[in-house]
């Protein structure tokens, strides 16, 4: 009862048990680094919101130039975060 559709909407609410454990916001896209240190997966640090994964991937790779996801122009970047 009070269900509407195909039944199958729950699908998109739903959030794994293991994203709500780094992300209780069940927020995606959620990145977990690796620690340098023990090469392994640190659960404490989560890294989400579209945006902010893209400038973490930027910084943690290194990346310049035509590699970078963010543009290093200014004006390129500001309209790359308006999509």
Known sequence: A???GTGKEWWYHWKSPQLVRVNPSGLIPTLIPIDPNTNEPDESRPVYESLVTVDFIDA????????R???????????????
Do not use: K, Q
């Not at 943690?60 to 590699?67: E, F, I, K, N, W």
């Not at 996801?69 to 790359?80: G, N, T």
């Open 60 to 67: 943690v790779s290194g990346a310049t130039g035509v590699d």
């Open 69 to 83: 996801l963010v543009p290093e122009d200014p004006y390129e970047a500001a309209r790359m975060r308006v999509w």
């Open 2 to 4: 009070g269900v509407t």
